[in-house]
C-alpha cells in the first residue's frame, strides 16, 4: 500500500526512504519535508498517516471510500485536491482516481483504480533540484502534469480509431459492430470529458490563489498545465462532434440502402403487376370474349403484356429505380 515514503531537504536534495512512523521525527527537523506514495491503503494505514500530518477527518473519509467527484478543498493551511485518471486497457478506457494532500511540509498521494504510478514524476522532480526546492507545490505540479499528460495519447488513439473505422462507416453493407463501437466511443469520451473539464477550475485556482502553498515561481508552470487541459478538453468535445457525426452519417446510409432496396423491389412489384392484372380479366370464365376464337389472340396478348412491362422498366432505369 506505501508506495514510496521519502524525506527530502527544502534546497531539493533528497535525505532517503523513510518509514512512515518515522515521519513525525523527520518532520521535527527544520528545512525537510515529506513525498508519500499510497496505492488503495486500508484504513488503519490512512488513521496513522492522519495522525502523522495532522489531516482533516473528511479529506481523509473521502481518501477511504474514493469514488468521488474532481474537487479541491481547503481545510486550514492544507490542500485536498481529487482528480480523476484514466489509461487505455485493451482498446477501452479505464478510469481512476487520485487525492492528493499538499501541505507546506508535506506532499501525499492516494491512488485507486487505474492509475500509473507516479515515479517518473518523482524522478523527473529530483533530477531537477532547484525546482523541488520550492517545496511540496512543485511536486504537486509535477503529478497534476502526469495525470494531464496521460490523458493526450487517449484522445489521439481515439482519433486514430475513428479513422480508421470511417471505411466501415462508408461501406455498402451494415455492420452491428461499426455502429456499437461507435456509441462505446462517444460513451467513453463523455466520461473522459466529466474527469477532465472539473480540473481546469482546480488548476485556475491554483494559478490564482493558495499563496501559502503554491510558490508563486511556479504559477507559470501551472498555466502551462491549465493550458494542457484546455487543449485535451477542447479535443474530446471535437471528438464527441465527429462521433456523433459518424453515427449519424452511418445511420443515414443505412436508411438510404434501406429505401434503394424497397425502390427496386417496388419496381418489380409494377412490372409484375401489368401483366397479371392483364391476365387477370381471363381468368373471369365470362362466356363470351371475342378474342378468344381468334388464332392471332395469344401472340398479340403476349406482346402487349411484353411491351407494357417493357415500358415501365425503361421508365424506372430512366429515374434510377434500377
Not at 526512504?17 to 528545512?31: G, H, Q, R, V, Y
Not at 484504513?43 to 477511504?64: G, N, V, Y
Not at 493550458?227 to 446510409?253: C, K, P, T, Y
Not at 403487376?273 to 378468344?292: D, R, V
Amino acid at each position: 500500500m506505501v508506495v514510496n515514503c521519502v524525506a527530502y531537504k527544502t534546497d531539493g536534495k533528497r535525505i532517503g526512504d523513510i518509514t512512515i512512523d518515522a515521519i513525525s521525527d523527520i518532520l521535527k527537523e527544520p528545512d525537510t519535508f515529506v513525498w508519500v506514495g499510497l496505492h488503495e491503503p486500508d484504513e488503519a494505514l490512512l488513521l496513522k498517516l492522519q495522525e502523522e500530518f495532522d489531516l482533516h477527518d473528511l479529506a481523509i473519509e473521502d481518501a477511504q471510500l474514493a469514488h468521488q467527484r474532481t474537487k479541491i478543498e481547503t481545510y486550514g493551511d492544507s490542500l485536498f485536491i481529487v482528480a480523476q485518471t484514466a489509461q487505455l486497457v485493451g482498446g477501452n478506457i479505464a478510469f481512476g482516481e487520485t487525492q492528493i494532500f499538499l501541505g507546506r511540509r508535506y506532499f501525499m498521494t492516494v491512488r485507486h483504480g487505474a492509475s500509473l504510478s507516479y515515479a517518473p514524476a518523482r524522478r523527473s522532480c529530483e533530477q531537477t533540484p532547484d525546482l523541488l526546492a520550492m517545496g511540496p507545490s512543485y511536486a504537486l505540479y509535477a503529478v497534476l502534469d502526469f495525470i494531464v499528460d496521460n490523458f493526450l495519447p487517449i484522445v489521439r488513439d481515439f482519433r486514430q480509431e475513428l479513422h480508421e473505422l470511417e471505411n466501415d462507416i462508408f461501406a455498402e453493407t451494415y455492420n452491428r459492430q461499426t455502429i456499437k463501437r461507435l456509441y462505446d466511443m462517444q460513451r467513453e469520451l463523455m466520461t473522459l470529458r466529466l474527469a477532465v473539464a472539473p480540473l481546469q477550475d482546480i488548476v485556475a485556482q491554483l494559478v490564482r490563489l493558495h499563496p501559502h502553498l503554491i510558490h508563486d515561481e511556479l504559477r507559470a508552470y501551472f498555466r502551462d498545465i491549465y493550458d494542457h487541459v484546455f487543449r485535451v478538453n477542447e479535443s474530446i468535445s471535437a471528438m464527441r462532434e465527429m462521433l456523433g457525426a459518424a453515427i449519424g452519417v452511418n445511420l443515414a446510409l443505412v436508411t438510404f440502402g434501406q429505401n434503394e432496396v424497397m425502390k427496386k423491389l417496388a419496381g418489380w412489384a409494377a412490372m409484375l403487376a401489368a401483366p397479371t392484372l392483364i391476365t387477370s380479366w381471363y381468368g373471369m370464365n365470362f362466356a363470351h370474349m371475342p378474342e378468344l376464337d381468334k388464332p392471332w389472340a395469344y401472340p398479340t396478348i403476349t406482346c402487349v403484356v411484353a411491351c407494357i412491362v417493357g415500358g415501365i422498366f425503361i421508365m424506372l432505369k430512366k429515374n434510377r429505380w434500377f
